[in-house]
Structures are given as structure tokens and as C-alpha cells.
């Protein structure tokens, strides 16, 4: 069973740094696709960051030169936080598009999400 399983969250003050990981594991052929999703209170949930396997970056506009997504091998993968500000404040959803072994499609999956503050 494929899972992924966030860490680093936590309570910063504005203008601190955090960073988030994701792991993946269980029976994985491929991960083709990762990135950053966040959901703030009354808000839908968006998009900050993600990452192709063929390492293709997009950023949110309003995390862009702040926020940094970087991969150190195929099923780990980062969200380095600086400057954060309290609209920053937000559960942070890790998500991926895998393909387990013995499947000839990829999934999508979620992570059970881990939850930034910025206090101002």
C-alpha cells in the first residue's frame, strides 16, 4: 500500500522559516509527479508548489522567491518555507502521482497533511 507521510509543521513567527518533508513508500514503481498543496480555513484548497519528475517547477505567485520545492531521490521531497507570513497559515497537504508496482496507471495521493502558523 502506497502512503505518504508529511513532517515539519509547526508554529513560526512572520518572517521565520520552516521545512516541510514527504515521504513516500510502500510498493512504488514510479512517482511522476509530487508537489505542495495548502488549504486555509473557509479557503479551497491551492496549489503552492509542484515538481515533474523530469524536474519542471511551478510556484504560486504569492510564494514565489520565498518558497523553495526540491527532491533529494525519487520518494522524498521538501518544502523550504522562508519569510513566511501569516497568510501563510495553512494545513499543507503533500501529493503525488504514483504508479504501484503491477499497475499500468499512475494515482493520485494525498498525504494526511501537516499544519503551519505564522503568528504575526
Known amino acids: 500500500q502506497v502512503q505518504l507521510v508529511e513532517s515539519g509543521g509547526g508554529l513560526v513567527q512572520a518572517g521565520g522559516s520552516l521545512r516541510l518533508s514527504c515521504a513516500a513508500s510502500?510498493?512504488?514503481?514510479?512517482?511522476?509527479?509530487m508537489g505542495w498543496y495548502r488549504q486555509a480555513p473557509g479557503n479551497q484548497r491551492e496549489l503552492v508548489a509542484a515538481?515533474?519528475?523530469?524536474?519542471?517547477i511551478d510556484y504560486a505567485d504569492s510564494v514565489k522567491g520565498r518558497f523553495t520545492i526540491s527532491r533529494n531521490n525519487a520518494k522524498t521531497m521538501y518544502l523550504q518555507m522562508n519569510s513566511l507570513k501569516p497568510e501563510d497559515t495553512a494545513v499543507y497537504y503533500c501529493?503525488?502521482?504514483?504508479?504501484?508496482?503491477?499497475?499500468?496507471?499512475?494515482?493520485?495521493?494525498w498525504g494526511q497533511g501537516t499544519q503551519v502558523t505564522v503568528s504575526s
Open positions: 515538481m515533474t519528475s523530469g524536474g519542471s
Open positions: 510502500g510498493s512504488i514503481f514510479s512517482i511522476n509527479a
Open positions: 501529493n503525488a502521482a504514483i504508479r504501484g508496482k503491477g499497475y499500468s496507471r499512475d494515482r493520485d495521493y
